[in-house]
T-cell receptor, first 114, second 117 residues
């Protein structure tokens, strides 16, 4: 069975600084997708970034980038130039067509301080 | 905007009552998912539909829970004889963005927060 682990329950960063959130996963599949979702307090779950496992190049979306290490089953999220609006809970998630559903980690609460 | 709406946004009920939630995706004929999220935790899969067919149900979905998706459009999730342990956020998601074809990415609605007293 697939599992997703986020070992950092809480993190904080100063505004304009860079922060990295960690995620590891376990699967025996070769074709899958990994995601980072953001959930601000009392607000909607929003897609941050997506990575296809068959792509070696790390995905990037503006200030957000990932470090995807397939052999190590690691998928970290780097947020550059942190902004107050980045304060949220961040979830790492795994998806494959075999599972047919998203499997989420426990989440990391990120606080951006002014 | 993900194009997924959910109603009601909040529901408070007494233990033993029945409740029904609704999810309206912007696009039909796609996959529609239900997840449950308790406070401070990641969402957990409940069930999903391809068009009107319910393809998988989690063991979390006890016999008090039932989900439907008539005609492959909106979906409803009903909980009968609610218990305090049912208190959670119920999230709906689809695999079709507001503009574009079906993808392997899920787009979430705002959720329905259920409180069982």
């Amino acid at each position: 069975a697939q599992t997703v682990t986020q070992s950092q329950p809480e993190m904080s960063v100063q505004e304009a600084e860079t922060v990295t959130l960690s995620c590891t996963y376990d699967t025996s599949e070769n074709n899958y997708y990994l995601f980072w979702y953001k959930q601000p307090p009392s607000r909607q779950m929003i897609l941050v970034i997506r990575q296809e496992a068959y792509k070696q190049q790390n995905a990037t979306e503006n200030r957000f980038s990932v470090n995807f290490q397939k052999a190590a089953k690691s998928f970290s999220l780097k947020i550059s130039d942190s902004q107050l609006g980045d304060t949220a809970m961040y979830f790492c998630a795994f998806y494959s067509s075999n599972t047919g559903k998203l499997i989420f980690g426990q989440g990391t609460t990120l606080q951006v301080k002014p | 905007d993900t194009g997924v709406s959910q109603n009601p946004r909040h529901k408070i009920t007494k233990r033993g009552q029945n409740v029904t939630f609704r999810c309206d995706p912007i696009s039909e004929h796609n996959r529609l998912y239900w997840y449950r999220q308790t406070l401070g935790q990641g969402p957990e899969f409940l069930t999903y539909f391809q068009n009107e067919a319910q393809l998988e149900k989690s063991r979390l979905l006890s016999d008090r829970f039932s989900a439907e998706r008539p005609k492959g459009s909106f979906s409803t999730l009903e909980i009968q004889r609610t218990e305090q342990g049912d208190s959670a956020m119920y999230l709906c998601a689809t695999d079709t963005p507001p503009s574009g074809d079906r993808t392997d990415t899920q787009y979430f609605g705002p959720g329905t927060r259920l409180t069982v007293l």
